[in-house]
């Protein structure tokens, strides 16, 4: 039997070659998936332990208990010093001990644009040797930074910014923009700049004043004699550390530590890329289904005489199977080449766009081989299994029938009664879902989502009659009878049809969904944007490190600016309730901010006045008039008054004050955000003299309300175009399944295509029958997909919009539209082979087909 | 102009006799040739016949005599290799794939010997179909009277499925007849069909021609068939070599078992 399902298969190449490529792309998705991520994960590992080598033990400071981070001069404190680092230098094996001084530093670019990712931004400093050498940082031009106004780059930085040695370069760490001038360019392996940061270097002394205080350090690094014993030497290193302010930890464990965290990143990656990869392969199943069904239906009476010779039920079952996992085995080990095209290229168009993976070679793991191809032949194989069922099911008496019986239609009961009930449960789940608002029952509403979506395929032939003749109409109405024909060839086979256009819509079922429900976030954090909001201006830095309260107070006095209030968040407790407190400038906060008091009014400047929101009045059922005994994030207690209570107001928060009642209790006082209101007119030429009067750090954010829009817009916008980019491999599977069904149904209907050439239907008329046809199943898929889209977007809408108050549903019509007009699309190119095939059949010989 | 073609063994040389009265259709040196070199198969060696008007003719002839391909070529459903043939007033041979088409929509009736309808649509539907594709509406009163005279009425919301061979050829038969063309071809029309449900067909196609003037072509092996017809044409080796007319299914088969001897002493 084995040899004929062989012969079989290459008997069929052409037919199978839809087949074969449907579970080649998913094949190649899932390949390409693994090998990328085996491949970077392996690079990252190398580069991070390139990074750590010689590193015997690290020792890292510990910040104080219950003390702030950083000081009233917003430096941080270490009680890591010369004197430790000499004491552990002189322990038995310690060959050196590096110092370092870390933190955060951005450089402007030509447009003053910060370069890099700004929390990935290293500040660091240069510790030369003997010879004006630093080995952790290679100098590649000039040398080490040495003096206080110098400063070093790596080189991808000082690319991106344009800086050559002796520019000057604009930096930020939190305040204003500082300026250095640049001595050197060094490369480094440090994985955190090479994902997408920058780095810059200063002496060690430069560095402490940037971050902490002279003398002091983040981190010590022990290198040791080889040989020596990691732990032992980890443990005599902690002898001499000052209790609880510093940890020592090993190379080795530092180095595991990495791994582990690399592995974490890299496996969320992967199993975001495999979720969409297994999408690609569901939707597969359905067009290797499809085929199966349509081989076996042709080659029935051949399975019949293979029967009648003493062939066994499980023989033919076996046969069909043997078949597909060939089929599959091919297919897969295409696929597993192209997945490796894929992946290499994929790396590519990331590095050129700014990823920065460490270099490395194609890491191909036997794990991904096996499962690649295992997954390939196991889908091919599940989904050939109900056919080769029906294959069995083929009487040996069939073999002797001389006249062509029509197939005759199973019935749909069975499958219309469990579709119904399985649908039904799951729109039950999904109603139940739509009362609820904690996003912990997003499991539940997946469930619900999956259980609702399966029992729409299992229905969609019962489905296809009313949605297929509809669409029909219209065909008919505007083809005539190219359109009718078209109508009734796709409503001929219910099961084949269903199974064609449920492929598409499975991909437009999660497209929908998604551009739904990101759409009305994204419009939910528009309007929550802009909510509340008066000023014309929001100034705020990309770290969230806060603005000097002296420079902010300059803003005030631009020409143009009519009123700016700065915005100190803090939080503080009241009667065992958490709530935000904003310090501001009781004077102008009104004209930056909607402000509507329900009763009272704003404190008079003092110490003790607090206006609160309705929605925490209302909580606590406070009255203008009240005290409150609040606690502060020092611990210290102050008697608060309530003078008013405001409409609830996104920009204002739960309560609002003046700054000094809230600085006290700061650290460091400073401002998170300003808010302007321009003069009439003249909010467009305010952004220079702004970031001028805060010191022009490349860390300065001042955006107006269009930019607070598309801030929130771009990042719905990228979240949904890469998912439509994922789920665009299983739309291409889908139009390949169009393809074959249309193939395999011209195939079938050589002899009907050349009556009605006979009878005077032309060639253009043929091809029109067909891609009307193909257009009908494609728009059926993509009705089915946007409108049960719209349904989970809608049920689920509660619970992925709570904690945000101005979450409605929003349908976009023009982008659904669009989604219909791609189908459209897909419809007429998946026609463009078949119909050709169809048009182009010789008549005489189409009518003499058997 | 006629082709002689000597016929040893039968009384004199035969020559077609030219019809009397108005020619539907007319082949003129007609040759169909298949393949090149040594594959070169002349399907049809310069035929010269008329189809009269009104007259119901069939073409008969053993396998590879080129009966079949004298009915596409002059259907237009093949190209010819040379000479003419025409339908009407139109030549064939200088019309492109779209006017042949055009011409077989408009003017030519088709039936089959098998497979003639489309599954999906119900009978009535089968017989307007040629209309539908040309975008005509059909004569309602003359379609009922064709349904009425094939004997369809009780069948029309069926589909092929549900209805017996004899009923899907009488189908056949109504739209062949439906859209009134200058000329209908009939390709071995009772081919599948018990004795009783041809002798139906075989009588609608007889009937058609007597009382609707319709002019007939049919292509048949079966002389019982041929009975029917006001005039057989024999065909051998791609040459027309004998003329019946107002035949019966005895003289038919006379004629045919001469051919025979004729065929197996040569």
């Not at chain 1, 899932?30 to 990328?36: N, P, Q």
Request: glycine residues 10%.
């Amino acid at each position: 039997m084995l040899r004929t399902a062989l012969r079989n298969l290459f008997a069929h190449k052409a037919r199978l070659m839809m087949t074969a490529l449907a579970v080649l792309l998913g094949v190649a998705f899932v390949a390409g998936t693994l090998i990328f991520s085996d491949t970077v994960g392996e690079a990252i590992k190398k580069a991070s332990a390139r990074n750590l080598d010689g590193v015997a033990v690290s020792v890292q400071d510990v910040p104080a208990d219950n003390a702030p981070l950083t000081g009233k001069d917003g430096k941080r404190t270490t009680l890591l010093d010369d004197k430790l680092a000499d004491r552990i230098r002189a322990l038995p094996g310690v060959t050196s001990v590096r110092r370092n001084v870390t933190g955060t530093a951005t450089v402007g670019g030509p447009d003053g644009a910060p370069i890099g990712d700004s929390w990935q931004n290293l500040g660091a400093n240069f510790q030369p040797d003997k010879d004006g050498h630093d080995p952790r940082y290679p100098l590649k031009q000039g040398r080490g930074p040495a003096a206080a106004n110098e400063i070093a780059l790596d080189e991808a930085t000082a690319r991106a910014s344009g800086h050559k040695l002796g520019d000057s370069v604009k930096f930020a760490t939190d305040g204003p923009a500082l300026t250095k001038k640049l001595v050197g360019i060094v490369t480094t392996d440090d994985p955190q700049v090479t994902a997408g940061g920058s780095l810059a270097l200063f002496d060690t002394a430069t560095a402490q004043k940037l971050y902490l205080h002279p003398g002091q350090f983040d981190e010590l690094v022990v290198a040791a004699e080889p040989g020596t014993d990691q732990q032992a030497l980890t443990a005599k290193v902690r002898e001499v550390l000052p209790e609880k302010r510093a940890e020592a930890t090993s190379g080795a464990d530092l180095a595991a530590q990495q791994s582990t965290m690399i592995a974490e990143k890299n496996k969320a990656l992967s199993q975001t890329l495999l979720t969409f990869a297994g999408i690609a392969l569901f939707v597969g199943v359905f067009i290797i289904a499809n085929t199966f069904t349509m081989l076996i239906s042709q080659r029935s009476r051949e399975i019949a005489l293979l029967r009648a010779v003493g062939a066994s039920r499980r023989q033919v079952v076996r046969s069909v199977l043997a078949e597909a996992a060939l089929l599959g085995l091919i297919s897969s080990v295409i696929g597993f080449a192209l997945g490796l095209g894929l992946a290499v290229s994929l790396r590519a168009v990331l590095d050129a766009n700014g990823a920065g993976f460490p270099n490395g070679p194609v890491v191909i793991s036997p794990t991904s081989v096996l499962s690649a191809l295992g997954v390939g032949v196991v889908v091919t194989v599940l989904a050939a299994w109900l056919p080769s069922r029906k294959a069995a099911k083929i009487a040996p008496v069939e073999a002797l029938n001389t006249v062509e019986a029509p197939p005759t239609q199973r019935s749909l009961m069975v499958r219309n009664s469990l579709g119904a009930v399985i649908t039904g449960i799951g729109v039950a789940i999904m109603l139940y879902v739509r009362t609820l608002t904690s996003v912990d029952d997003l499991t539940t509403a997946m469930a619900g989502s999956m259980v609702t979506l399966t029992g729409v395929i299992i229905l969609a032939p019962l489905l296809s009659r009313p949605l297929v003749s509809l669409a029909g109409v219209v065909t008919t109405r505007l083809f005539g009878v190219s359109g009718r024909l078209a109508k009734e060839n796709a409503l001929r086979n219910p099961r084949r049809t269903a199974a064609t256009a449920s492929a598409l819509m499975i991909g437009l079922t999660l497209m929908t969904g998604m551009t739904v429900v990101g759409l009305s976030t994204q419009q939910a954090m528009d309007e929550k944007a802009a909510k509340g909001l008066t000023a014309d201006l929001k100034i705020s830095t990309s770290t969230y490190t806060g603005l000097d309260t002296a420079l902010s107070q300059k803003v005030a006095d631009i020409p143009g600016v009519e009123a700016m209030a700065p915005l100190r968040r803090t939080g503080i407790t009241a009667t065992n309730y958490s709530m935000t407190l904003i310090g501001t400038d009781l004077t102008t906060i009104g004209k930056v901010a909607q402000l509507d008091f329900v009763s009272g009014s704003l404190p008079h400047t003092g110490t003790d006045g607090i206006a609160v929101s309705q929605d925490m009045a209302k909580k606590k059922g406070w009255h203008p008039g009240d005290t409150l005994d609040a606690t502060f994030p020092d611990n210290k207690k102050t008697k608060l008054r309530i003078t008013g209570i405001y409409a609830d107001n996104d920009v204002l928060g739960d309560s609002i004050s003046a700054t000094s009642v809230v600085d006290p209790h700061l650290d460091r006082p400073l401002n998170d955000e300003l808010l302007v209101k321009a003069q009439d007119g003249r909010t467009d030429g305010l952004s220079t003299p702004i970031r001028h009067a805060l010191g022009d750090s490349p860390l300065l954010k001042v955006q107006d309300r269009a930019d607070l829009r598309k801030e929130s817009a771009e990042n719905v916008n990228t979240v949904l175009y890469v998912s439509y980019g994922l789920l665009g491999m299983s739309v291409v599977i889908a139009v390949v399944g169009v393809v074959n069904t249309l193939a395999m149904s011209v195939f079938e209907r050589t002899r009907e295509i050349g009556m009605l050439r006979a009878i005077g239907l032309a060639r253009s008329g043929i091809k029109q029958m067909v891609r009307l046809e193909s257009v009908v199943i494609a728009l059926f898929g993509a009705g089915l997909g946007i409108g049960l889209g719209i349904f989970l977007s809608w049920a689920a809408g509660t619970m992925l919009g709570h904690g945000l108050p101005t979450y409605q549903l929003l349908l976009p019509w023009g982008r659904l539209g669009l989604f219909l007009l791609i189908a459209l699309v897909v419809g007429v190119l998946a026609a463009l082979w078949p119909a050709r095939r169809a048009a182009r059949l010789n008549m005489l010989e189409a009518i003499g087909a058997q | 102009m006629s082709h002689p073609a000597a016929v040893p063994g039968l009384p004199g040389s035969f020559a077609p006799t030219r019809t009397t009265g108005a020619v539907a259709a007319r082949a003129t040196d007609l040759s169909k040739v298949y393949g090149q070199g040594e594959t070169r198969v002349v399907a049809l060696d310069s035929v010269s016949v008329e189809f009269g008007k009104a007259r119901f003719t069939a073409i008969m002839g053993p396998s590879g005599s080129g009966k079949s391909t004298l009915m596409h070529c002059m259907a237009g459903l093949d190209k010819i290799s040379g000479g003419s043939a025409r339908i009407g007033d139109v030549e064939l041979g200088s019309l492109n794939d779209k006017q042949l088409t055009r011409l077989r929509r408009d003017k030519i009736g088709f039936i089959f010997q098998a497979f003639n309808l489309l599954p999906t649509l119900t009978a009535l539907e089968n017989i307007t179909l040629p209309m539908d594709i040309a975008g005509r509406k059909p004569d309602r009163e003359w379609v009922s009277a064709v349904i009425e005279t094939v004997g369809l009425g009780g069948r029309l919301a069926h589909r092929p499925a549900q209805l017996s061979g004899g009923q899907q050829q009488r189908v056949a038969v109504a739209r062949a007849l439906a859209a009134r063309p200058e000329i209908i071809f009939a390709d071995e029309p009772t081919g599948n069909l018990d004795s009783r449900s041809g002798a139906e067909v075989l009588g609608f196609l007889r009937e058609s021609v007597r009382a609707m003037e319709q002019t007939v072509v049919m292509v048949t092996h079966d002389p019982v068939a041929a009975g029917y017809a006001d005039r057989v044409v024999f065909l051998a080796d791609g040459r027309i070599v004998e003329e019946l007319h107002e035949p019966t299914a005895d003289t038919v088969l006379d004629r045919m078992r001469l051919f025979d001897a004729k065929g197996r002493t040569s």
